[in-house]
């Protein structure tokens, strides 16, 4: 697994361990958000009620790399462009499918970097695909986005809508990524499952984010950056629903050959920007300051999973409604701050 470090991936590799799976988890802990993160990610994934105590990022990471090394656990601190190092790792070690979560996330930091994102969000996922050629890896779960779909005319959003008009750098990797992953499945017969994410939100969720920012700052009494109207809408997809997703994909991609299939995972519900910071208020029972600001380049107005095709292919099916995602998410972020 590539990026199982971060938010959605230290959520699947605890699952899979869960189910008696053995997990390699290949993350470089790029300074994308704090190192510190990802460690409390990893240790919380793997089960280890440590008291870790933090010195710098070299020393850290090399301790964190001794102590989770377990007979179903396995870090690799490798960047997924690092041809030389991420191959040893498929040489090492006996792999069945491989998911691709690594990479740079994000609309508006694609705008301030757009070189980085096709850097490590293409450079990378081509690395991989190449080395899954080389070492005859034949399953792949590849994370998209719903930030394909732009400014998307058509609502609920479908997998067969045109997505050749991204409105973001961020979004033109993504894209970008599904075809490379297409050619790979044509010439090299690599199976494979393209999910599309949906506004994932939940415990563990990067601090930069809207709802874990605007949780915090609404907590804390300070203003919160509001975009636009409050009318542009989302379709916020719980964690576990997403995990659920995942697993569900895994089992389809064990069980059928020939595989390239693309899905929308979301909960096929939207909730407005407005709506979602009432929510987070009433839980909190505090009230939010709003910082008035324009709508953001790059930003669409509107995302809105249509899951039919998910439903048929995984029977897959959302069940956890905005404000219990959200309370969810408080608990967690509760016990989190004051840990």
């Not at 699947?12 to 994308?32: A, P, Y």
């Not at 491989?98 to 969000?121: C, F, M, Q, T």
């Not at 986005?145 to 400014?151: A, C, E, T």
């Not at 409050?230 to 991609?253: A, H, P």
Request: negative net charge; charged residues 25%; contains cysteine.
């Amino acid at each position: 697994m590539t990026g199982g470090s971060g938010f959605i991936g230290s959520h699947i590799c605890e699952q899979l361990i869960k189910k008696g799976n053995r997990v390699i988890n290949i993350d470089s802990f790029t300074s994308f958000y704090d190192y510190k993160i990802k460690i409390k990610n990893v240790l919380e994934s793997t089960q280890m009620d440590v008291n870790f105590e933090f010195l710098n990022k070299t020393e850290d990471l090399n301790r964190l790399v001794k102590l989770v090394d377990q007979p179903n656990y396995r870090l690799c601190l490798v960047d997924i462009r690092d041809y030389g190092n991420l191959g040893t790792v498929f040489q090492e070690e006996t792999i069945d499918c491989v998911i691709h979560l690594a990479g740079y996330a994000g609309v508006r930091p694609s705008l301030e970097d757009p070189k980085i994102y096709i850097d490590v969000n293409i450079q990378g996922t081509l690395t991989l695909l190449e080395l899954m050629k080389e070492y005859n890896v034949k399953k792949l779960i590849f994370a998209s986005s719903s930030s394909v779909y732009g400014n998307n005319k058509t609502v609920p959003f479908s997998e067969n809508d045109n997505v050749d008009f991204a409105i973001s750098p961020y979004a033109a990797t993504k894209k970008s990524g599904e075809v490379i992953c297409h050619t790979y499945h044509h010439l090299y017969g690599i199976d494979m499952m393209l999910l599309r994410f949906f506004t994932v939100y939940g415990e563990r969720q990067r601090p930069d984010l809207a709802i874990h920012k605007f949780t915090k700052f609404i907590d804390e009494g300070k203003p919160i950056p509001f975009y636009g109207d409050g009318q542009s809408e989302r379709d916020y997809t719980y964690i576990g629903d997403i995990i659920d997703g995942m697993e569900k994909s895994l089992l389809y991609l064990e069980e059928h050959s020939h595989v390239y299939e693309i899905i929308n995972l979301g909960e096929s519900t939207t909730i407005t920007l407005k709506q979602m910071v009432f929510t987070i208020e009433n839980i909190l029972g505090k009230k939010a300051t709003l910082e008035k600001l324009p709508t953001q380049p790059g930003d669409v107005q509107k995302t809105y999973a249509d899951i039919s095709k998910a439903k048929r292919l995984i029977s897959y099916k959302p069940n956890t409604n905005f404000e219990d995602g959200i309370k969810q998410f408080i608990k967690w972020y509760r016990r989190d701050k004051y840990d």
